[in-house]
């Protein structure tokens, strides 16, 4: 059964820090990749999708990659801002199968 | 506005009680599913449907039932309420089974 890890769970940093979140699929069969973000009480916003055939995929400060051969993916967070505060999940499809998601990480940055 | 849409937001309801969580999309998206989020388990996969009259379980689909008539509309129906329900229920919709999935605000459903 697939399963996936994001560390770390929480995270608090100062404002203007560079941010590496983590996601890991324990079969590195992936298909396509997505990256949420969720507010306190709101539901999911996409920000980042890589598809099968895709490596990265860069949005203003956000930067998400995917290594298929380890089935793990990164995000980065360049010059975090307070705005920036929230969950991150990332959701998984193995092959043509439905998406899995991570248990997230709650990011809070401070002015 | 083109979008996802859920209705009530907030619902309380008492142990044994039918209850139905709607969900209304309006890009016409062939997929569309149900997922709850508890603390500790994440998003979890309830039903999703493939089209209109297409259904299937997800990951866990006891005490739940759907339906999908239109291609919009995928209400989520709890026969009988128990405690164990009380979660945030999601909608999502999507072009594919694994594509980019759009989600709706949540439903969040007390169970008494």
């Known amino acids: 059964k697939q399963e996936v890890t994001q560390i770390p769970a929480a995270l608090s940093v100062p404002e203007g820090e560079n941010l590496v979140l983590n996601c890991s699929f324990t079969?590195?069969?992936?298909?396509?990749l997505q990256w949420f973000r969720q507010d306190p009480g709101k539901g999911l916003t996409s920000l980042l999708l890589?598809?099968?055939?895709?490596r990265e995929q860069t949005s203003g400060r956000l930067n998400a990659s995917l290594d298929k051969s380890s089935g793990r993916s990164t995000l980065y967070i360049a010059a975090s801002q307070p705005g920036d505060s929230a969950t991150y999940l990332c959701?998984?499809?193995?092959?043509?199968?439905?998406?899995?998601f991570g248990t997230g990480t709650r990011l809070q940055v401070f002015p | 506005d083109a979008g996802i849409t859920q209705s009530p937001r907030y619902k309380i309801t008492e142990t044994g009680r039918q209850v139905t969580l709607m969900c209304h999309q309006t890009?016409?998206?062939?997929?569309m599913f149900w997922y709850r989020q508890d603390l500790g388990h994440g998003l979890r996969l309830i039903y999703y449907?493939?089209?209109?009259?297409?259904?299937d379980k997800g990951e866990v689909p006891d005490g739940y039932v759907v339906s999908r008539s239109k291609t919009e509309n995928f209400p989520l129906t709890l026969e009988s309420a128990t405690r164990s329900q009380t979660s945030v229920y999601f909608c999502?919709?999507?072009?594919?089974?694994?594509?980019?999935?759009?989600f709706g605000q949540g439903t969040r459903l007390t169970v008494v």
């Open positions: 999502a919709s999507g072009r594919e089974v694994n594509t980019e999935a759009f």
């Open positions: 079969d590195s069969a992936i298909y396509n």
């Open positions: 890589i598809q099968s055939s895709q």
């Open positions: 959701a998984g499809a193995p092959d043509t199968d439905k998406l899995i």
């Open positions: 890009w016409s998206h062939s997929y």
């Open positions: 449907s493939a089209a209109a009259d297409i259904t």
